[in-house]
C-alpha cells in the first residue's frame, strides 16, 4: 500500500519560497506544441514531485526543465535509493527508460539532484524526498565525463556556495539541444537525441534583495573527454544572461527573474563603458564563486585581438613542500618581440606576479619562483594580463590535474559555446525515423 506521507508531500516547487513569486517559466510558441498535456499532470502539463517540478517535451522525451526548492537548513544526509523509475503521470512512450543508459557512457543525469533536494523537518521525509528524484522524467543523457565532473561541480556550489541570506534557494535546469546534436539508438528503441549544452538558474536572497544567476555548460568534445588527470583544460561553465538560455530552450521566464540577473543580452553603451563590457550577449567564465559577476561588478577587459602570449606550463605541486620551486611558463607564438614591462600574471587570491623583459618572437620564458602568487595543489586560476590591464590569457586546473613533480600543460586552451545551439522545437524536424 502507499505511504500517504510520500502521496501527499508531492507538491512540488513552490513558486513563493524564497518570499518572492517565481512563477514557473512559459512556454514560447516555437515550443508549447512539443509539451506532454495528459490530464494525470497539474495543470495537464507539470509532474510535481517532492520539492521539485517537471515539464516534459514529447518529441524529445526529456524534461523541458525540473524546478526545485532548496531549503539548506533541512539539508539531511540519507541512503541513495538508485531504484529508477517511470512516471505513468506523464506516460511511458515520453520518457527515456534505462535501455537508452545500459552499457555505454552516458549517465542519467539528474536535474533535479538527488542531494539538494533531500530535505525535509524529518530523516524520513529527506529520504522522500531523495527517492523521488529517481524517476526517468527527471534524468537527461549525460555522459560520465560531464556529470561526474563539470555539471558535479556546478551542483556543488548551488548546494553548498550560494551567498544567501535565508539558506533558501530555487533552481530551474534543463538541456540544450545543438543543430547538430549526437544521437543514441539501443537495439530495437527509437533514436533519442543527446542534449548538446544544460542550462541552470539559480535565485536566493541576499540583503533583502533577489539575486538570480544564470549559466549554461556545453556538453562537447572537450567536457566528455575525461573526468580527472587530464592535461587539457578547456572543460568550461559559463555565466550568462537568462535572455540567452530563453533563446536557446524556448522558455520564457516571468520578467522578475532576467530583471535581477546581472549580465547583459542586448547591447547596452552605458554599460559598455562602466562595467568594461567587450561583447553582447555577455558570456563569463566561471570556476568559482569568486568569478561570478554581480551588479554593477566591473568585467575583466578581454582583449579581443590578443597577441598570442599564453600561459602554457605550471609546476604546480613541486617534490617536497618548497614553494620556491614551483614555476610557471608563457610562451610567444607571435611573429614580433613582446615587451613585457607592465605584465601581470593574477590567481584572483592574491597580489599579481610583475612581469618585465622582452619575450622574444617564438620563444618562451619560465618564472621562478612564483611569489607572490601561490599554485594551489587544490586548484586555481591563472589570468594573463597586459600592461594596459586587458586579459590576454586565461586557464584553469582542478585537484585531480595535479600530480607531485610533474608540470602540468596548457596547450588545449579555452573555447567559446558552441554557436549554433537552438531551441528543442526545431529539433522536430531532426527525429529520425523510427528504428
Known amino acids: 500500500m502507499p505511504d500517504p506521507l510520500f502521496i501527499a508531500s508531492k507538491k512540488g516547487y513552490d513558486p513563493e519560497f524564497l518570499g518572492v513569486s517565481l512563477p514557473l517559466p512559459e512556454f514560447g510558441p516555437e515550443l508549447i506544441d512539443f509539451i506532454v498535456l495528459r490530464d494525470q499532470l497539474r495543470d495537464g502539463v507539470f509532474a510535481d514531485y517532492v520539492n521539485y517540478t517537471v515539464a516534459t517535451h514529447a518529441e524529445l522525451r526529456t524534461p523541458v526543465f525540473s524546478a526545485m526548492n532548496i531549503d539548506q537548513a533541512k539539508l539531511k544526509s540519507v541512503n541513495r ?16 527508460n534505462n535501455d537508452y543508459y545500459r552499457s ?21 521525509e529527506a529520504k522522500h524526498a531523495s527517492d523521488d528524484t529517481f524517476f526517468y522524467a527527471n534524468a537527461a543523457l549525460q555522459h560520465a565525463n560531464f556529470n561526474q565532473d563539470e555539471w558535479l561541480a556546478l ?51 541576499r540583503d533583502d534583495q533577489l539575486e538570480v544567476r544564470a549559466f ?5 568534445a572537450a567536457a ?9 583544460f578547456d572543460n568550461q561553465r559559463f555565466q550568462v544572461s537568462v535572455t540567452e538560455i530563453e533563446e536557446q530552450t524556448g522558455l520564457i521566464f516571468p520578467p522578475v527573474i532576467p530583471a535581477r540577473n546581472p549580465l547583459f543580452f542586448n547591447p547596452d553603451d552605458d554599460a559598455a563603458v562602466a562595467l568594461k563590457i567587450t561583447s553582447f550577449p555577455e558570456r563569463i567564465e566561471v570556476d568559482d564563486p569568486t568569478h561570478l559577476i554581480a551588479p554593477d561588478q566591473v568585467r575583466d577587459n578581454v582583449m579581443l585581438d590578443a597577441p598570442p602570449i599564453m600561459i602554457v606550463a605550471a609546476m604546480v605541486n613541486p617534490a617536497g613542500k618548497d ?13 614580433l618581440d613582446i615587451d613585457l614591462d607592465g605584465w601581470t600574471i593574477s590567481d584572483t587570491l592574491r597580489r599579481p606576479m610583475l612581469l618585465d623583459g622582452v619575450l622574444q618572437a617564438g620563444s618562451s620564458r619560465r618564472f621562478k619562483p612564483v611569489a607572490p602568487l601561490q599554485l594551489g595543489n587544490k586548484g586555481g586560476t591563472l589570468s594573463l594580463f597586459n600592461a594596459e590591464g586587458q586579459r590576454v590569457d586565461r586557464v584553469r586546473y582542478r585537484a585531480d590535474d595535479v600530480t607531485e613533480n610533474i608540470p602540468l600543460r596548457f596547450f588545449d586552451r579555452f573555447r567559446s559555446m ?13 527525429i529520425l525515423p523510427d528504428q
Open 81 to 96: 535509493s538508485n531504484n529508477w523509475r517511470i512516471d505513468t503521470r506523464i506516460g511511458r512512450e515520453f520518457q527515456l
Open 104 to 124: 555505454n557512457p552516458w549517465d542519467r543525469g539528474h536535474l533535479a539532484r538527488r542531494a539538494s533536494a533531500a530535505w525535509g523537518d524529518t530523516n524520513r
Open 155 to 205: 551542483e556543488d556550489w548551488v548546494l553548498r556556495e550560494t551567498p544567501d541570506d535565508t539558506n533558501r534557494i530555487s533552481s530551474i535546469s534543463g538541456p540544450i539541444f545543438g543543430a547538430h546534436p549526437r544521437s543514441i539508438t539501443p537495439q530495437g528503441r527509437d533514436t533519442a537525441l543527446i542534449p548538446s549544452a544544460f542550462f541552470k538558474v539559480v535565485s536566493y536572497i
Open 216 to 220: 549554461i555548460m556545453p556538453q562537447d
Open 224 to 232: 566528455l573527454r575525461d573526468k580527472g588527470g587530464r592535461q587539457f
Open 323 to 335: 614553494r620556491d620551486e614551483e614555476w610557471m611558463s608563457i610562451f610567444n607564438f607571435s611573429g
Open 418 to 430: 558552441e554557436p549554433d545551439i537552438v531551441a528543442p522545437a526545431v529539433l522536430n524536424t531532426m
